[in-house]
């Protein structure tokens, strides 16, 4: 059973920094993409980052420059580290595995002073 936990969300002043962690089990984890999603309120969810099994990384052009996403093949775990974050950075990340199109359960993150 694929399962996939998110940890990290949180409020933060504008311009501070966040790390979110996925967790996910069931799955032969370092062959697949890796991704995280964000959905802001009556937005549809959109591609923040994705990482393929080999560590190849793709960026939202709003992120860009801001954001890391990263991953530990021992450790069953993906990353992204958020700085320099802005209010239009509020919304609920969600991890995402191309091991069948798998969702985690998303965590808040707001971004407001």
């Known amino acids: 059973q694929v399962q996939l936990v998110e940890s990290g969300g949180g409020l933060v002043q504008p311009g501070g920094s966040l790390r979110l962690s996925c967790a996910a089990s069931?799955?032969?984890?370092?062959?697949?993409?890796m991704a995280w999603y964000r959905q802001a309120p009556g937005k549809q969810r959109d591609l923040v980052a994705h990482?393929?099994?080999?560590?190849?990384?793709n960026y939202a052009d709003s992120v860009k420059g801001r954001f890391i996403i990263s991953r530990d093949n021992a450790k069953n775990m993906v990353y992204l580290q958020m700085n320099s974050l802005k209010p239009e950075d509020t919304a609920v990340y969600y991890c995402?595995?191309?091991?069948?199109?798998?969702w985690g359960q998303g965590t808040q993150v707001t971004v407001s002073s």
């Open positions: 995402w595995t191309g091991r069948g199109g798998y």
């Open positions: 069931g799955i032969i984890f370092s062959i697949y993409t």
């Open positions: 990482i393929t099994g080999g560590g190849s990384t």
